[in-house]
């Protein structure tokens, strides 16, 4: 379809419901002063902690636009002064998984792969000690309901951006699809597919979660036009 | 002996919301101080010079002002979003009509019954019925809770039996007094921790709030309290560093600061303006601050030096805001140090200041530059959170909870030695771009997890899931 043509968007066949999700951090018995302590950590934590150090670290510092992907990479760099492992574990996109287990895989393969190639880091004493947190999860509605596109724009306005988080980032743990629930509605209920694909092409990890925001609202908008 | 020339009520910023007379000075060299008080009366405020005179010993009150009504949860939509207050009451319908209790040891003063005096009203407020009950006891028994306090931080200690039977018998006491039919009791801190042996039905939950360090306790006051703590649902602490391992879930709730307080709400820039005449501060040089009682741990010596270093490299002033030395020998000892520090440098600014100024260290951390809290040991460290709540560019000492609030080089910096502490003092003088980032970065970062909502919503979320069963 090419850009000026006008573009039909028909009734949702079921509306958008808007809701969220609050996160209250448990503190877990897996600490590590050493890589090799964090590696076996990394391997014996509960999924919950894989989830709160990735997923909901974005979350919680959305207002950062560079420097801060995950909390893996943070430690590694601030407590172990490793900034190669750091930059191998801050370059994994979570967007990649759709399940906490290959989330986990990832990250035990890249510091396996490191402590191989440099064994001696492994027993060095850290300047901070890691302790694995994990998140216990509520969902929540919201009062925004989406019957249009046009309230669904309000919509997206209107939440917080802990809302955007839950629909747009947490969501494929959910799907099982790479893919996030803003554009699941967009492509199966009003078949706009150009705009879904849109919405999984914005980058979570240079900007903010409010800048994320304002990227859904364009697209969207501009498929209202 | 003189009147103070006007009136505090006239001419301060302060009276718009209450006002207090001044305490009248007592010494020979505070007499000599008051009558060489310059009049800041309005008039002669709006005509003050770049370079105000230097007020070295200000006013202060001997009464802390009326109490403020709390505020109710749609007074922070301005502050946090329609949306998250909305996310609240929505968190709040489960739990509607749900009953919880609070206790501690004291009604006033300290952290925890300030934080108590924010939240219950606000738990209330959604229909989360929520009490609140103080333990009595004699001074026998706060002396040894006052011992256990300092024990579980890591002081030496001899737990004796006596000391095990008076902790004991009145937390029975307190047992026979209080009732304990709420659905979930909340018991705050080691004072009340063994009234758990008032648990009722299956379908109670207990929660152990610890608001201390327990990282390196005296074993054997740990030893002792330790079967009490086991039996509870769950246990809450202020940082994953001051926990201990535990059979039962843990969860971690950073002490937060309210943004309505008086110490943390946005003031008239009128009223700053008139706090740093008043305090002979000069607003057109750069201004760094450290507030903190006078306490070898928050190392105020150290912050001078520091500064001593960096004013080689660039012009600006310190401020040391602080309190403590009127009632303690130690901060006494501290402010004495200080001073000799600090020597006659007009631009060192040492301020003594009683617990209720919280509307003036608000004005001298708007006024701020850059603030310090160059602390060797602390506890989580609220005034760093309130530094960056104003948006200010925050160098802290890498110690207690400060890590969980200063990410370095994102939301602030972390310093480990006075050399340090000079440097980012200078570097971020003199790079006033990446100062405006690390501010604007440290209040988003307090506005998502160090404030009264984030609290309220932290309260809730547990009573959900303790009541749903989920934490079992």
């Not at chain 2, 105000?52 to 009464?63: A, C, F, H, M, S």
Request: glycine share 6%; with cysteine.
């Amino acid at each position: 379809m090419s850009a000026s043509t006008p573009i039909l968007v028909r009734t949702p066949v079921k509306p958008f419901y808007f809701n969220t999700s609050a996160h209250l951090l448990r503190i877990t018995p897996q600490k590590s002063n050493t890589l090799a302590e964090f590696l076996d950590a990394l391997r014996d934590c509960p999924e919950g902690s894989i989830f709160q150090h990735s997923f909901r670290t974005l979350q919680e510092h959305h207002f950062i636009r560079e420097g801060f992907s995950n909390d893996f990479a943070h430690w590694t760099l601030s407590a172990c002064n490793e900034p190669g492992l750091a930059e191998r574990l801050a370059s994994v996109d979570v967007r990649e998984f759709t399940s906490v287990a290959e989330l986990r895989g990832r990250f035990i393969q890249i510091v396996e792969n490191f402590l191989q190639r440099a064994p001696a880091t492994g027993t060095r004493m850290a300047r901070e000690t890691f302790y694995f947190c994990a998140s216990d999860t509520v969902v929540i509605p919201t009062s925004f309901v989406a019957h249009t596109l046009h309230e669904f724009t309000e919509g997206l306005r209107g939440v917080s951006v802990h809302c955007i988080h839950h629909h747009f980032i947490e969501a494929r743990l959910r799907l099982k699809l790479m893919s996030n629930d803003f554009s699941q509605w967009l492509h199966e209920d009003l078949g706009l597919t150009e705009a879904a694909r849109q919405l999984n092409r914005i980058d979570i990890y240079t900007m903010t979660l409010e800048d994320v925001r304002e990227q859904i609202i364009r697209v969207v908008e501009r498929a209202l036009t | 002996m003189s009147k103070l020339s006007g009136s505090w009520r006239e001419r301060s910023p302060r009276a718009r919301a209450h006002y207090m007379e001044p305490v009248e000075p007592q010494t020979e060299s505070e007499l000599a101080a008051k009558d060489s008080q310059p009049d800041n009366s309005a008039s002669s405020v709006a005509a003050s010079s770049p370079r105000p005179e230097r007020r070295r010993q200000p006013r202060t009150w001997e009464t802390p002002p009326a109490p403020v009504p709390p505020p109710l949860l749609d007074d922070y939509k301005n502050i946090v979003g329609t949306a998250d207050i909305d996310e609240l009451k929505f968190l709040a319908q489960e739990v509607k009509g749900r009953t919880v209790k609070m206790v501690n040891s004291t009604a006033v003063g300290g952290g925890v019954a300030e934080m108590l005096h924010q939240l219950i009203p606000l738990l209330n407020e959604v229909e989360v019925k929520t009490r609140w009950d103080v333990i009595t006891g004699g001074n026998d028994f706060f002396e040894v809770t006052k011992a256990f306090h300092n024990a579980l931080q890591g002081s030496d200690y001899k737990l004796t039996q006596q000391a095990r039977d008076i902790f004991l018998m009145h937390n029975e006491q307190n047992r026979k007094r209080i009732q304990f039919s709420e659905d979930v009791v909340v018991i705050h801190d080691p004072q009340p921790a063994a009234l758990i042996d008032a648990r009722g039905g299956a379908s109670q939950r207990w929660v152990w709030r610890c608001h201390i360090d327990l990282s390196n306790p005296n074993p054997e006051v740990w030893g002792f309290l330790r079967p009490f703590i086991e039996r509870y649902d769950a246990a809450i602490f202020s940082s994953q560093s001051f926990t201990r391992q535990l059979p039962i879930p843990q969860y971690l709730f950073y002490p937060c600061i309210d943004p309505l307080s008086e110490k943390n709400k946005d003031l008239e820039d009128s009223f700053v303006q008139q706090v740093c005449d008043e305090f002979g501060i000069d607003r057109s040089r750069p201004i760094v601050t450290q507030v903190s009682r006078f306490d070898r741990a928050k190392d105020p010596v150290g912050v001078v030096q520091a500064f001593k270093q960096a004013r080689k490299y660039v012009d600006c002033q310190l401020v040391l805001a602080g309190g403590g030395a009127s009632d303690d020998p130690e901060g006494a000892a501290v402010l004495k140090e200080l001073r000799e520090a600090a020597g006659e440098d007009q631009d060192i600014i040492i301020l003594d200041l009683p617990p209720w100024c919280a509307l003036e260290i608000n004005a001298l951390q708007r006024a701020s530059t850059l603030v310090v809290q160059k602390s060797i040991r602390e506890g989580f460290g609220l005034t760093v959170t309130e530094a960056l709540w104003k948006g200010k560019p925050t160098i802290a000492g890498a110690v207690g909870g400060i890590p969980n609030q200063i990410i370095h080089k994102l939301t602030g910096v972390l310093v480990h030695s006075v050399e340090g502490c000079a440097y980012q003092m200078r570097y971020l003088l003199t790079h006033p771009d990446f100062a405006r980032q690390l501010g604007q970065n440290g209040r988003e970062h307090v506005k998502e997890n160090f404030l009264m909502t984030t609290n309220v919503r932290r309260w809730l979320l547990l009573c959900r899931i303790l009541l749903s069963g989920r934490s079992k």
